[in-house]
């Protein structure tokens, strides 16, 4: 834990030091600016573990799957019909925008199209954050799911249920 108060007054009198005394509002300033750049490098630690686990942005949460299942049903134009769907385990990424790190879940699927034509299996992106689906990606999913392993995806039988 950093001690401002202390770091402070430390920062002060080093800039007194510079100055002299005569000077106190540069003293002050200076002091300030010093004190900012040593508790740039102070660091906190979460004390739980699981609060840990989840601030970790690359950790995929526990109900991921349910979470993709809802945003299928969010974004698909018929997330009802889909066929020969599977799903990858996690897949490290940035984002293009922000160059953040992120993590990746890929489905493959066989989904209609606005005319009701099905399109062939075409890969998709589920971008999570902080353990949460931020994003669904299918045009830059060829390339974040690119060489990934696919597996089966018996969750998506909830949608045939409605």
């Known amino acids: 834990m950093c001690a401002f108060d202390h770091i402070l007054v430390i920062a002060v009198h080093a800039a007194e030091a510079v100055l002299g005394v005569r000077h106190r509002a540069s003293v ?9 750049m040593v508790l740039s490098g102070c660091q906190t630690t979460a004390t739980d573990p699981a609060a840990a686990a989840e601030s970790d942005p690359q950790k995929l949460p526990s109900d991921y799957r ?18 020969d769907v599977t799903i990858s385990g996690p897949v490290p990424w940035r984002t293009s925008l922000s160059n953040l790190p992120t993590v990746a879940v890929c ?14 299996r075409q890969p998709t992106a589920f971008m999570f954050r902080n353990g949460r689906v931020i994003t669904t990606d299918s045009p830059y999913a060829p390339d974040v799911c690119q060489g990934v392993t696919y597996g089966p995806f018996p969750e998506i039988a909830q949608l045939k249920s409605r």
Do not use: C, H, W
């Open 28 to 36: 002050a300033v200076l002091g300030a600016i010093i004190a900012a």
């Open 66 to 83: 349910q979470q993709v299942i809802e945003a299928i049903k969010a974004t698909f134009k018929d997330p009802y019909s889909l066929r």
């Open 107 to 120: 489905m493959m699927a066989n989904g209609k199209n606005t005319y009701g034509g099905y399109t062939g």
